[in-house]
């Protein structure tokens, strides 16, 4: 742990789980969802959309704000989107498959962000590009077991805006970079008025390609302990070997771009600790100041 931000709430009344507040409010249906789509699939109501749809506008303005293109990305891929972003071969048994047409549903628009300069000589003075990407999401989610299978934490389908930056490679500038896709997912939190810590994940716990990684996780009172709500990573040239991508330096030479990722916000999975943070004795649910004007102006559910 290298920070924390804000403290847990203490609640004098008995405080319910993130289901138990949206089933109150008519937001979420898990046994229907279950019904069409089988374990871990649910339908969001009512309220329980304008959330969702309001973490995603939010955090789009925000990035929009600091300079970021948005881009709208195809969630169904080629096989060499998933192999240069490193997703495959290592993690080839947690995406859903289309044999027929030899495609893959993408677990994170990063995928598709990363691959959109695929075999591409960029100019220097053109770098860093930002992007920010919205797209559902889908994971298989294999041996995931215990409380991370409850309500909505680990579900097969979400929605994600994700934050993708291809820079010059320069050790320096990519630091530079990584701490700002890092404060840009805190300002999220802080809008969202969330209580969250941030860790710096060791070596032997970071993914292929990886060479420095930090997650936040936001506390979620229902698991009386942090969850991981974003993930932050730098890859130096380790995508952009995978998928060609080069920039033609000042002196005419070329040079594989150092590529960045981090998730601005993943839902339904924030709504756990937006939910159950802002709860009230009443059964009210208070919405952060900052999300109202994406829920038409609410200040409360219920």
Not at 42 to 62: E, T, W
Not at 137 to 150: C, K, M, N
Not at 175 to 199: C, S, T
Request: glycine content about 8%; some cysteine.
């Amino acid at each position: 742990e290298v920070k924390r931000v804000g403290e847990p709430p203490s609640f004098p009344f008995p405080p319910k789980n993130h289901v138990e507040l949206m089933l109150l409010h008519d937001m979420l249906d898990v046994e229907r969802g279950v019904k069409v789509a089988g374990s871990r699939s649910y339908f969001l109501k009512n309220d329980g959309v304008l959330l969702h749809l309001g973490v995603l506008r939010l955090a789009l303005d925000l990035l929009r704000e600091q300079g970021f293109t948005l881009m709208y990305v195809p969630v169904l891929v080629n096989a060499f989107a998933m192999e240069g972003t490193g997703y495959f071969p290592l993690g080839r048994e947690q995406a859903y498959h289309i044999p027929e047409d030899e495609k893959y549903l993408v677990g994170t628009a990063e995928v598709s962000l990363v691959a959109y300069h695929a075999e591409e000589i960029l100019r220097e003075e053109d770098l860093p590009l930002r992007y920010a990407g919205i797209s559902e999401a889908f994971r298989r989610e294999v041996g995931s077991a215990g409380r991370d299978t409850f309500g909505l934490y680990r579900v097969h389908q979400f929605s994600k805006v994700e934050q993708v930056i291809l820079a010059p490679a320069d050790e320096e500038l990519s630091y530079q970079l990584h701490m700002e896709l890092l404060g840009n997912a805190e300002e999220l939190l802080r809008r969202l008025e969330l209580p969250y810590r941030v860790v710096q994940i060791a070596t032997g716990d970071m993914g292929q390609g990886q060479v420095r990684k930090h997650d936040i996780e936001t506390w979620m009172p229902s698991r009386g302990d942090y969850g991981e709500t974003h993930s932050c990573s730098t890859f130096h040239d380790f995508q952009a070997r995978r998928l060609k991508i080069r920039y033609r330096k000042s002196d005419g030479s070329l040079a594989y771009a150092y590529t960045l990722n981090n998730t601005a916000i993943a839902s339904p999975r924030v709504l756990i600790a937006l939910l159950e943070n802002h709860q009230m004795e009443d059964g009210r649910i208070r919405i952060p100041e900052a999300l109202r004007p994406y829920v038409g102006g609410k200040a409360y559910i219920g």
